[in-house]
């Protein structure tokens, strides 16, 4: 491997790991695709290689389609709620915020392609075709169906960052034993509570829905709590205004709110290990 091709394939690498991370919903899986796809361009003939932007991206795109097969099986066998492991930025990026992410879980591997190459990455239907040996009228059809099948969670929802923050930190405070009589105030009538602990730390077993079920289910947390959490930092998680704690545990912890009309319609939070440690490092 020569130095310039090196130093090419780092500077797709973002743009790359990001394909990978939203085919698979995992950054762990989408670097390992990183590593495969380097040893592929690696031995490619480089030479011959006109656009190496695409050529890699082909090459991710393949390696996450066999990935995902597996992953397929897994996930059918995963213990309680299964979300995306998260993403923690200081501004939101929207492109394929957390509920846009379950969404494409429902798709079939070359619908989920097909999608994210041509509506969220811009990639035009004969170059996708190469991706997935598929041909142009078949990868637009592809796109139809999860485009349709995902048009619901795509919905932008209309709240600012500063907005965001401020129903995150409200939350955060009211949860957490600062008033939680007042917690109903914040949420909607049918607000969802998604916990992912992956059967390695206590979650809710299932998704709770409605305003009532989830305070009740947040003061007993709160009751069995050993102390409080301490408060990383403000952020947003997968696009949506949240917040990174370290619990009494000492594991990592973090909560994504998808707020519509000022009110908090859905609560994600991530508790399995395995999806937080690529955080360690980088929360402070």
Not at 124 to 147: N, V, W
Not at 195 to 202: E, I, L, Q, T, W
Not at 205 to 213: D, P, S, T
Request: hydrophobic share 45%; glycine share 8%; charged share 30%.
């Amino acid at each position: 491997m020569t130095d310039s091709a090196t130093v090419l394939f780092d500077t797709h690498r973002p743009d790359l790991l990001r394909v990978a991370y939203r085919m698979l919903g995992s950054m762990s899986d989408a670097e390992d695709v990183m590593q495969e796809a380097f040893i592929r361009w690696a031995r490619a003939d480089r030479g011959a290689v006109r656009v190496p932007a695409a050529f890699l991206r082909r090459i991710v795109t393949r390696l996450c389609l066999d990935h995902l097969k597996s992953a397929r099986v897994r996930r059918e066998a995963y213990g309680g709620p299964w979300l995306p492991e998260p993403v923690v930025e200081e501004h939101p990026v929207e492109d394929v915020t957390l509920p846009l992410m379950l969404a494409l879980e429902r798709l079939s591997p070359l619908e989920r392609a097909a999608f994210l190459l041509h509506d969220v990455f811009g990639e035009s239907f004969e170059d996708i075709a190469a991706a997935i040996g598929r041909d142009p009228a078949a990868c637009r059809q592809l796109a139809s169906r999860a485009r349709t099948n995902v048009r619901k969670e795509r919905t932008r929802y209309s709240v600012g960052r500063e907005q965001g923050m401020e129903i995150a930190e409200a939350f955060f405070r009211a949860s957490r034993g600062e008033g939680i009589a007042h917690l109903g105030k914040l949420l909607a009538d049918d607000v969802r509570f998604h916990a992912d602990g992956g059967g390695k730390r206590p979650a809710v077993a299932r998704i709770l829905e409605g305003a009532r079920e989830v305070t009740r289910a947040l003061a007993a947390i709160l009751r069995l709590s050993h102390g409080p959490p301490q408060l990383i930092r403000y952020a947003f998680v997968n696009g949506l205004p949240g917040f990174v704690t370290r619990e009494p545990d000492g594991m990592l912890q973090t909560t994504a709110l998808l707020i519509e009309d000022g009110l908090i319609r859905t609560i994600y939070v991530m508790r399995n290990p395995d999806k937080l440690r690529h955080l360690e490092g980088s929360v402070h």
